[in-house]
């Protein structure tokens, strides 16, 4: 992941949860390199750097108390237990709070690790000078999807009971778009982005936990059919945007279901340490791939939407001028009008996109700007010749025609706006 700088500190963490390992994020010293602290996303207190009497459940509004990840997981399976932190960091200096993401617990398996396998899948609020925790909210608690919490935490202000309420707003992988009061995790409102999603009917507001479908739970030796989302989640890497003018997210979505057959797997250092089969398609075995959404997080109401063939990967960007921008699969870069969701412009670029566009300014004069190529999980078929639909963690299966419509490409773009 990108590394972020907090005063003189230079904070990153890690992937790698399909292998096994026991995710956490560094604080290093800039001038010298030195490692000042080292928070664990599983395991004991210390290691978690989390306090018993003072770190806050954001559900629950109380503190977490003593061992609350050991008690979630079956013995020592925490060492394994993934919950990596490859993605999209964000800092509050006004709160002095850094918030993160945790990815999935290994392994895939969710019958191998009863419990609710804390503190993978949850976003993290820690102050940056210490590394202790400050709150945390587990969003997908026993993960049974690979539905990784690491996506993006969006900062803005929001009216709730006629207040200015200082908010993070998360799009999940798992299909909810959930809104915190940054301050201490309190959750404002938790809606499904995407109608398909079915693996949990809502979100208990009491709670916060999922209402899981039973039925769409996965477990060992069942091939579990017509999971929504599918492992790539509603929304994955692809970052959202926000519009100020509207209060609006602009969310590039992928409209994606799965079958999930899990199974025993056995660790060794350096293997995958996965264990399910998974085949991903779109929604309702179709033709509309991907969506990209106006969307209001706290309503739940989607104001317009425009269907793509395959996932919308790239981010998304917004305009003053009343724009938004983003790239397809297929290869169109699109200029949206916000209000009303019209294409206003677009231009077939010599390869799909799963880049984010930006936009800056040079002697006057504004630019668009954006990498045009695939590859990645949302085109690992493409980009390494695989054909079988489970390939590519389940991957292969959603964009197994993505050939015909684009290449692989690797072409940076640049527009110049008139």
């Known amino acids: ?24 994020i560094t604080a290093n010293a800039i001038a010298t390199g030195k490692q000042l602290w080292r928070a664990y996303s599983t395991g004991p207190d210390e ?54 993401g945790t990815g999935n617990p ?54 709730v009971n006629g207040k200015k309420v200082p908010t993070l707003t998360h799009f999940d992988r798992n299909g909810f778009a959930y809104v915190w009061d940054r301050r201490d995790g309190k959750l404002l409102a938790a809606h499904k ?18 209402v899981v479908n039973a039925d769409k739970m996965t477990r060992e030796g069942v091939n579990v059919k017509d999971i929504c989302p599918s492992s790539q989640g509603s929304k994955d890497q692809q ?3 926000y519009d100020p003018a509207s209060g609006l997210f602009l969310v590039p979505t992928n409209h994606v279901c799965m079958d999930y057959q899990a199974f025993n797997v056995k660790y060794k250092a350096g293997f995958p340490y996965v264990g399910a089969l998974v085949n991903m398609y779109p929604a309702n075995h179709g033709t509309v791939g991907g969506r990209f959404i106006a969307f209001d997080p706290m309503t739940g109401k989607t104001k317009w939407a425009i269907n793509d063939r395959f996932q919308d990967w790239g981010g998304a960007l917004t305009t003053r001028g009343g724009l938004a921008f983003y790239g397809t699969l297929t290869g ?31 002697n006057g004069k504004q630019y668009v700007a954006v990498l045009s190529g695939v590859g990645g999980w949302a ?12 390939e590519g963690l389940g991957a292969v299966g959603a964009t197994a025609t993505l050939g015909d419509y684009t290449n692989l490409g690797g072409t940076l773009m640049v527009f110049a706006l008139n």
């Not at 954001?58 to 394994?80: H, I, M």
Request: hydrophobic letters at 35%; one cysteine or more; a positive charge.
């Open 47 to 100: 290691q978690i750097m989390f306090n018993p009497g003072k770190t806050i459940d954001g559900a629950t509004q109380k503190p977490v108390g003593r061992d609350s990840s050991l008690k979630s997981w079956k013995g020592d399976q925490w060492k394994l237990g993934g919950g990596t932190t490859w993605g999209w960091y964000t800092y509050d200096p006004t709160l002095n709070l850094l918030f993160y």
């Open 106 to 159: 290994g392994t895939w398996n969710p019958t191998q690790r009863p419990g609710d396998n804390k503190y993978s899948m949850s976003l993290i609020a820690r102050n940056p000078d210490t590394g202790e925790a400050v709150w945390v909210f587990q969003m997908t608690p026993h993960d049974g999807w690979d539905y990784d919490g690491v996506n993006e935490s969006i900062l803005t202000d929001t009216t």
């Open 239 to 241: 970052p959202a945007a």
């Open 193 to 210: 982005f995407d109608p398909i999603v079915n693996w949990a009917s809502r979100i208990d507001m009491k709670t916060g936990r999922p």
């Open 379 to 390: 085109a690992i078929g493409l980009s390494n010749n695989l054909t079988k639909a489970t």
């Open 1 to 24: 992941m990108a590394p972020i700088v907090i005063k003189d500190k230079v904070i990153t963490g890690v992937s790698g949860a399909e292998y096994g390992v026991h995710g956490y």
């Open 332 to 362: 169109w870069l699109r200029a949206v009008d916000l209000k009303t969701g019209k294409v206003v412009w677009q231009f077939k670029c010599p390869s799909g996109i799963i880049g984010n566009p930006i936009t800056y300014t040079h």
